[in-house]
C-alpha cells in the first residue's frame, strides 16, 4: 500500500452523455466524395509508396491521434483500410474514446471549457463502458483495440459504419491502442483498473512491435500525433531491429510520412536543428523523418489540415482500388456536411 493518500474516485458523480453535447455528429462526418481541389505534390511520392509496399506484400502502418475522427474523417481510414491499403491502424486513447463514442450514437467531441469548470469534463456515464472492455480485454489476453471492435460490432452500436475499430474487427486489420495512463476521460471514473488497461494496451504494443518488424519494404505513416506516435514507434523499431540483426535481417529500407501542421524548413531530411532550437523537441522531425530512415530510407512530410490531406490521400489511393473487402454498407452512410461548417451543439447547464 502507498504511504501517500489516494483520490477517493467513489466520491465522482457521472453524468449521461445526453446532457453534454457534441461537437461532431454521426451526420457531420465528411462522404467519401468530399475533397478539396487544389492538389499536394508531397502526397504523390507517399502513395506511390504505399502501392509499391502492398504490391510487394509489405505493411502500411497508419499511426493516428485522434483529431482525424474529430474532424470526422473515419469513413476515409475504413476505406482505404477496406481496400487493403491500410494494414495496421495505430492510434492513441483519444482515439478509442472518440471511435467508442461516434459508434454509440449520439456524438463525440465535448466543449472541454465549459464542463471543466463545472468539474464534469469526461465524467460521462456510457463512455465508462471502456472500462469494463479493458477489463474484458485483459481477462482474455486479448488487445485493447481487438476487444473494442468486437464488441462494437457483435453489440450492433448503431453508427458502428464510422468505427475505425469496428471495421478493424471485421476486416482483420489489427487497431492497436497505445494508452497513457491518467491521459483520458475514462481513467478518472472509480470503474478504472489501471493495471487492466495496462495489460491490454501493453498486448496491442506487442501486435505492434510484430508489425514493425515486417517493415522492411513497407510504409509507417504518422498523422497528427507528435508525442505518442513517434515514442512507441522508436521503441518497438529498435526491438525490431535487435531481433532482426539476431536473424541476420535487416529493417531500413522503407518510407516514412508524417501529417501534421508544424512549418518544417525544405532541407528537413538533412537533420533536426541543434538542441538550443524548439524544433528540435518535435519528435515527428528528427525521429520518423530522419533518424529512423538514415540507413536507406524514405522520408516525406505532407504538411495541411487533415481535412485536405487525406482525402487528398485517398482519392490518389481509391480511384485505382475497385475491389472491396467488406460491402460498402457496412461503412458507408450519407453525410449532410463538414464538421469545419457546422455549429456544435450547446451543452446542457448543470
Not at 469526461?122 to 481477462?139: K, P, Q, S, V, Y
Not at 464510422?162 to 497513457?180: D, E, F, K, R, Y
Request: hydrophobic share 40%; charged share 20%.
Amino acid at each position: 500500500m502507498s504511504r501517500y493518500p489516494l483520490f477517493d474516485r467513489s466520491l465522482i458523480r457521472l453524468r449521461p452523455l445526453a446532457l453534454r453535447g457534441h461537437q461532431l455528429t454521426p451526420e457531420q462526418c465528411l462522404p467519401l466524395e468530399w475533397n478539396e481541389p487544389s492538389p499536394i505534390p508531397e502526397l504523390h511520392p507517399v502513395a506511390q509508396a504505399i502501392r509499391q509496399a502492398r504490391l510487394d506484400g509489405r505493411p502500411v502502418v497508419f499511426m493516428m491521434g485522434a483529431h482525424p475522427i474529430k474532424l470526422g474523417l473515419s469513413r476515409f481510414i475504413i476505406d482505404l483500410m477496406a481496400r487493403g491499403w491500410l494494414t495496421h491502424v495505430a492510434m492513441n486513447g483519444a482515439g478509442l474514446v472518440h471511435d467508442f463514442e461516434l459508434a454509440l450514437g449520439p456524438g463525440t467531441s465535448e466543449d472541454v471549457a465549459h464542463w471543466v469548470r463545472q468539474g464534469q469534463f469526461g465524467l460521462w456515464e456510457e463512455t465508462g463502458r471502456l472500462n469494463h472492455i479493458a477489463a474484458e480485454a485483459a481477462r482474455n489476453h486479448e488487445g485493447l483495440g481487438e476487444a473494442a471492435g468486437r464488441i462494437l460490432v457483435h453489440e450492433q452500436f448503431p453508427h458502428r459504419e464510422l468505427s475505425i475499430l469496428a471495421a478493424g474487427w471485421q476486416l482483420g486489420v489489427p487497431v492497436t491502442i497505445h494508452v497513457a495512463i491518467g491521459c483520458d476521460i475514462v481513467h478518472a471514473h472509480a470503474s478504472c483498473d489501471g493495471a487492466a488497461w495496462g495489460a491490454a494496451t501493453y498486448t496491442d504494443f506487442l501486435i505492434f512491435a510484430h508489425t514493425v518488424s515486417q517493415l522492411e519494404g513497407g510504409v509507417f505513416l504518422n498523422v497528427g500525433t507528435a508525442v505518442t506516435g513517434p515514442e512507441i514507434y522508436l521503441k518497438a523499431l529498435s526491438m525490431a531491429r535487435n531481433t532482426a540483426h539476431q536473424q541476420g535481417r535487416s529493417i531500413r529500407r522503407f518510407t516514412t510520412a508524417v501529417f501534421d501542421l508544424v512549418r518544417l524548413p525544405e532541407n528537413y531530411r538533412d537533420g533536426a536543428p541543434p538542441s538550443s532550437e524548439p524544433l528540435y523537441y518535435y519528435r515527428p522531425w528528427k525521429t520518423i523523418l530522419v533518424r529512423t530512415v538514415a540507413d536507406g530510407g524514405k522520408s516525406h512530410y505532407v504538411c495541411g489540415d487533415h481535412r485536405r490531406t487525406i482525402p487528398a490521400l485517398w482519392h490518389l489511393l481509391a480511384e485505382q482500388t475497385p475491389n472491396r473487402r467488406i460491402e460498402e454498407a457496412h461503412y458507408r452512410a450519407p453525410c449532410r456536411r463538414p464538421p469545419h461548417a457546422a455549429v456544435s451543439r450547446q451543452p446542457a447547464e448543470p
